[in-house]
């Protein structure tokens, strides 16, 4: 699986921004998909998953009510809207897959990786 990751940019604080991750490779539906984020000097942090199925979501509370997570099996991508975005969201982010289920926060459990987009919001 080969994860491609746009729509990175700079947004003032308080936009919205919607993050693609486009999949290439067989079986997407069977892959456990995530979102993670690493600011600058900072370590690679969760930000949100989603299930094989779509069914069940995951979010960081950091994030809890801000973003949302989706994915489209149909189509081979995995989204991330986030809304009313903050400073201190900015960093790049990373669409990673993972052939489990299950501990989706874990990055450890992640396969597959993304080459990461930048998020910049400025106040």
């Known amino acids: 699986v080969q994860l491609q990751a746009c729509g990175g940019g700079l947004v003032q604080a308080g936009g919205s921004l919607r993050l693609s991750c486009a999949a290439s490779g067989r079986f997407f539906s069977s892959y456990g998909l995530g979102w993670f984020r690493q600011a600058s000097g900072k370590e690679r942090e969760f930000v949100a998953a989603?299930?094989?199925?779509?069914?069940?979501?995951f979010h960081a509370d950091s994030v809890k009510g801000r973003f949302t997570i989706s994915r489209d099996n149909a189509k081979n991508m995995v989204y991330l809207q986030m809304n009313s975005l903050k400073p201190e969201d900015t960093a790049v982010y990373y669409c990673?897959?993972?052939?489990?289920?299950?501990?989706?926060?874990?990055?450890?459990?992640?396969?597959?990786w993304g080459q990461g987009t930048l998020v910049t919001v400025s106040s």
């Open positions: 990673a897959a993972t052939p489990v289920n299950s501990n989706l926060e874990h990055a450890g459990f992640y396969k597959y």
């Open positions: 989603v299930t094989r199925s779509g069914g069940s979501t």
